[in-house]
């Protein structure tokens, strides 16, 4: 016996690195967005009142979720806010997925949800991706304890159509259904509409990717209001304050300004598909994109020696050493700038 048997032991997500390099680093690796906030966010963090920080923030970021609430249509009581979805998807699973029964979701998907099966101590089995790397929506009509999709899927970048979403929601009535946006704003079909109709839904949502938010710590759930008081129990249970005042007072003004949001997400998709059709001109192959990254494979080159190759040129990108989408590479979109670099010195190394 030790002191360590008694202990908690679990194999942690493992994020993108975020390197130190000298000189100029082109950062693609972890789908952070290339350009900054919205300028109304300045403007919040200008006049952010210091004296108030002398107070606990408000248990349920009540503006937070009264702003995403009018943006979306929806009451503030059927949104739950938290510390990035990455909080609100483990919340969910601890909340949601808590029978006997496995939790299902595709084998090729966001690498952080077999942790939280792990942690929590939850069943799971998944379902194989079809070789396009779809959603085969018939694995998700057995018994299941809850199921866990992300659409459009990382690291494959692909969307489903929303009917294969609906079909399999409207096809366990008995299970939480959740689904994970957290790239939906870059040309996925958003679920949102369907909570309305199915009680069983909740639609997960980040402002890490389409918000330039990555660093404020910003997600949120939507779904009906018994189920986001579920989720507020759990949270009550855990930790009352989880988001800080100052976030809920920035992210109110990231929700607000709609233009800016539209004009930038708009930029990252046009210089996805630039970038898309120049790689297809260098022998890559791409899967179509709904996403702020590319996943592309090469037809003469290992994709880990071109992942390699351009680290050490300071440019990183995301290579995954599993099983099926071991020859794959995940280049988020940055700037025209920084994609025309990688380029060049792509064009140099083949
Ligand atoms: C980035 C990402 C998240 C979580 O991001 P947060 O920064 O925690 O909001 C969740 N799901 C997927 C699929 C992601 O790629």
């Known amino acids: 016996m030790s002191y360590l048997d008694n202990i908690r032991k679990v194999t942690p997500y493992v994020p993108g690195e ?9 950062k693609l690796n972890t789908n952070e967005f290339p350009y ?3 300028p109304k966010v300045v403007e919040a963090i200008e006049s952010l009142e210091v004296e108030t920080l002398r107070l606990y923030p408000n248990t349920t970021a009540a503006p937070l979720a009264k702003a995403i609430a009018d943006r979306y249509g929806f009451d503030e009581d059927e949104v739950f806010v938290g510390v990035g979805s990455d909080d609100v998807l483990a919340n969910c699973f601890l909340t949601f997925f808590s029978s006997d029964k496995p939790v299902l979701f595709p084998d090729i998907t966001y690498s952080f949800y077999d942790v939280w099966t792990d942690i929590y101590r939850i069943p799971y089995e998944t379902m194989p991706l079809d070789d396009d790397f779809k959603i085969k929506k018939e694995d998700y009509y057995r018994r299941n304890g809850g199921i866990v ?8 970048g692909i969307a489903a159509p929303l009917d294969v979403i609906e079909d399999i929601v409207s096809h366990n009535p008995d299970s939480v259904v959740v689904i994970d946006e957290a790239y939906v704003d870059f040309g996925g079909e958003s679920a949102l509409p369907l909570v309305k109709k199915y009680k069983n839904l909740v639609v997960v ?35 009352s304050y989880t988001m800080n005042s100052a976030a809920i007072a920035y992210g109110v003004a990231a929700v607000n300004d709609n233009e800016y949001f539209i004009e930038t997400v708009g930029k990252v998709v046009a210089t996805r598909e630039r970038v898309k059709k120049t790689l297809e001109e260098l022998g890559f192959v791409s899967l179509n994109s709904a996403t702020n990254f590319l996943f592309v494979t090469h037809k003469d080159k290992p994709a880990k020696d071109i992942f390699e190759y351009l680290k050490t040129k300071n440019i990183y990108v995301r290579y995954f050493n599993k099983p099926r989408i071991n020859n794959y590479l995940r280049i988020t979109i940055g700037t025209d700038d920084q994609m025309d670099k990688m380029i060049s010195v792509l064009k140099e190394y083949l």
């Open 205 to 239: 949502q980040t402002f890490s990717k389409s918000r330039a938010f990555a660093g404020m710590r910003i997600g949120f759930a939507i779904a009906n209001k018994e189920l986001i008081s579920c989720m507020n129990n759990v949270k009550f249970a855990i930790n």
């Open 36 to 38: 900054p906030p919205s």
């Open 149 to 156: 999709i992300a659409n459009p899927n990382a690291p494959t």
């Open 18 to 26: 975020q390197p130190k390099v000298e000189g100029e680093l082109i």
